[in-house]
């Protein structure tokens, strides 16, 4: 290509109506923002730099300077210049291709530095400008011309920093958080690759006072503080609560103990033996305490005679069924009678008629309320609470076994002990499998069990720690089994055949690898499975419960109740119960028509996913 060159010509004045866009520009996309800015700019400073235009006809096609040209056409359609306002512009005369020329002005440039636009943003602050009059004066926000000005009083030394491409444009703004010099150095002189993000630079900055997005700011209200007198810092780059900091965080837990003891005192009315209130009360905090619930109302004195009329019939009416062959079999052959079903439908409409629940004297004599801050960030009450020793003298629970009474009668079993067992055993292998993940339980529970046999003399615990292994055959094919096995199958691919050899072995390894062989076979000795003859609250199945509060068991992990191996082996009426309990409704009146194995079905495919459990596998209370 030649080596042409636009003339150096004069500028010229040309009027703006004989002025249209360069058909070949460059740039094809324009920023209505910027040319907003441009408008503001051009209105306030006046027009700084001239246009290279190109005649065509009698108007000239502006080859660079077509977001001015736009800005300048904006004001004169809102008629701030007039229509044929002269705009300075140099005419390009010459043999250049005015594709180049406008690849030109966009291309060959250089945009200022972010860091020299803060500075020279605050430089004009400094010397008198207000932010209202910049912001109109350059078609800016108010909010951003703050935020370019926060960003410009960051020291120097972040800013160098940020010129070199040491710092991120998020860490700088990051580092506006605070406006100490000092800190923000300390800082970033500290900071490692690993610390180094925004949100630890923000937290280091801000360290000791509170978020606005914590519940305790939500629960006073950051207006409240304010007008307590307190001081806030706020995040300019940063949205919702969590951009305001609360400085006086003594000040905010003032505000807070005062306003939770406002409504500690409202709830003693209530008639409570004590109330407390705390603003932090967590799990630990409530593992101190029993809970007991309200109860229903008592019933007036016609609705208790009907019930207890009702419930002899029912008990005569279940005793004569459960006696027959049908209604003793694990697989009924015909309908539980009409009139079972429709007793129990009289009572449940009874017992909706009692109105909601109500704290009993005896309850109130013995039961205590908290009132503390909920997640959410507002009260929250926690009634019926009894410390220990105040709880009534636990008395033995009635099982849900087939038992025989005191006179020897026996009662209508609601879990058969064939079926108890099984779902026992099902607990008894989650909690080994779970045992086995948790070396640091696996310990306690050794050194619990040796310390029961030899110093206390107890021998019935859940933890065999004499190393029988225990059967894991009534829960074969569930999931916690099959990790045991494959558990057992790693340790064997692992360990030397002999225990001569094993105790070599055992004399090289990490204490960690020895801890993760205690665990497994700690776990391998667990037996929580309930037997016939087993009483529910004896001392082995009640230390499994705490083992499996230890070991943080979940059954609903571990077993999900299927027509197989749980709905065809209980009654239609605890089927029918599961199905309202599970999905928080009653059951369609026409299940309870349906034959036992299609209601087993039904419920299986109801309850799938709904994580219910039968009572006996829930956590213990």
């Known amino acids: 290509m030649p080596d042409t060159i636009i003339p150096n010509t004069d500028i010229q004045s040309i009027p703006l109506n004989r002025l249209v866009p360069f058909a070949g520009n460059v740039r094809k996309t324009r920023s209505k923002e910027f040319i907003l800015e441009l408008v503001a700019s051009i209105k306030a400073h006046g027009l700084q730099q001239n246009l290279v235009v190109k005649r065509e006809g009698k108007k000239f096609a502006v080859l660079a300077g077509g977001q001015r040209?736009?800005?300048?056409?904006?004001?004169?359609?809102?008629?701030?210049?007039?229509?044929?306002?002269?705009?300075?512009?140099?005419?390009?005369e010459g043999d250049l291709d005015p594709v180049e020329i406008s690849l030109l002005e966009n291309a060959v440039r250089d945009d200022m530095h972010p860091a020299d636009l803060f500075e020279a943003f605050r430089a004009l602050v400094d010397k008198g400008a207000s932010v209202d009059d910049i912001a109109a004066r350059f078609g800016r926000s108010v909010e951003s011309i703050r935020q370019l000005l926060k960003l410009g009083r960051v020291s120097p030394k972040l800013l160098k920093a940020y010129r070199a491409d040491d710092l991120s444009l998020a860490q700088v703004k990051a580092f506006a958080v605070s406006d100490?010099?000092?800190?923000?150095?300390?800082?970033?002189?500290?900071?490692?690759?690993?610390?180094?993000?925004?949100?630890?630079?923000?937290?280091?900055?801000?360290?000791?006072?509170?978020?606005?997005?914590?519940?305790?700011?939500?629960?006073?209200?950051?207006?409240?503080?304010?007008?307590?007198?307190?001081k806030l810092r706020k995040d300019l780059f940063t949205e919702g609560a969590d951009s305001v900091f609360v400085q006086d965080a003594a000040l905010l837990m003032s505000l807070a103990t005062a306003k939770l003891e406002r409504s500690a005192k409202r709830v003693a009315k209530e008639g409570w033996k004590w109330t407390e209130f705390h603003a932090d009360f967590g799990y630990e905090q409530k593992a101190q305490f029993r809970r007991i619930n309200a109860e229903p109302p008592p019933f007036t004195e016609e609705l208790a005679a009907k019930v207890q009329l009702l419930e002899a019939e029912l008990e005569t009416l279940q005793d004569a069924w459960y006696a027959t062959d049908e209604g003793n079999a694990e697989e009924e052959t015909s309908e539980v009678p009409p009139r079972i079903a429709e007793i129990e439908q009289q009572l449940t409409a009874i017992e909706e008629q009692r109105g909601e629940p109500v704290w009993t004297p005896e309850q109130l004599a013995i039961a205590g309320a908290v009132v503390t801050i909920g997640h959410d960030g507002k009260t929250e009450i926690l009634r019926g609470l009894v410390r220990p020793e105040d709880m009534p003298k636990r008395t033995p629970p009635k099982s849900d076994v087939a038992t025989a009474d005191e006179s020897g009668e026996p009662q209508r079993p609601s879990l058969s002990a064939s079926l108890a067992e099984d779902l026992t055993a099902q607990k008894s292998a989650a909690l080994a499998a779970a045992l086995a993940q948790r070396p640091d339980v696996a310990l306690i529970a050794v050194v619990h069990g040796l310390a029961s046999q030899?110093?206390?003399?107890?021998?019935?615990?859940?933890?065999?720690?004499?190393?029988?292994?225990?059967?894991?055959?009534?829960?074969?094919?569930?999931?916690?089994?099959?990790?045991?096995?494959?558990?057992?199958?790693?340790?064997?691919?692992?360990?030397?055949?002999?225990?001569?050899?094993?105790?070599?072995?055992?004399?090289?390894?990490?204490?960690?690898?020895?801890?993760?062989?205690?665990?497994?076979?700690?776990?391998c000795t667990v037996n929580a499975v309930?037997?016939?003859?087993?009483?529910?609250?004896?001392?082995?199945?009640?230390?499994?419960?705490?083992?499996?509060?230890?070991?943080?068991?979940?059954?609903?992990?571990?077993?999900?109740?299927?027509?197989?191996?749980?709905?065809?082996?209980?009654?239609?009426?605890?089927?029918?119960?599961?199905?309202?309990?599970?999905?928080?409704?009653?059951?369609?009146?026409?299940?309870?028509?349906?034959?036992?194995?299609?209601?087993?079905a039904m419920a299986e495919k109801e309850l799938a996913g709904k994580a219910w459990l039968p009572a006996l596998l829930r956590p213990a209370a």
């Open 69 to 92: 040209l736009a800005a300048l056409q904006h004001l004169a359609k809102a008629g701030d210049v007039p229509p044929d306002f002269a705009v300075p512009c140099k005419i390009a």
């Open 180 to 230: 100490d010099h000092k800190a923000q150095e300390h800082v970033f002189k500290t900071m490692r690759p690993h610390t180094n993000s925004p949100y630890n630079i923000r937290a280091a900055l801000t360290d000791g006072e509170i978020a606005g997005g914590d519940r305790r700011v939500t629960f006073v209200t950051v207006a409240d503080y304010e007008k307590a007198g307190g």
């Open 454 to 523: 030899v110093l206390l003399n107890a021998q019935d615990a859940a933890l065999q720690v004499s190393a029988s292994k225990q059967s894991l055959q009534r829960a074969e094919g569930s999931k916690a089994v099959a990790q045991m096995d494959a558990t057992r199958e790693t340790w064997l691919r692992n360990l030397p055949a002999t225990p001569e050899d094993l105790w070599t072995w055992c004399l090289g390894q990490e204490q960690s690898v020895l801890l993760e062989l205690l665990a497994f076979c700690v776990a």
């Open 530 to 600: 309930r037997r016939k003859n087993d009483r529910p609250d004896c001392a082995r199945l009640q230390f499994a419960d705490m083992l499996g509060v230890a070991v943080g068991l979940d059954m609903k992990e571990w077993f999900a109740p299927d027509a197989k191996n749980y709905f065809s082996r209980v009654g239609k009426p605890q089927i029918l119960d599961a199905i309202r309990e599970g999905n928080g409704q009653p059951p369609a009146p026409a299940w309870e028509k349906l034959k036992k194995a299609e209601l087993a």
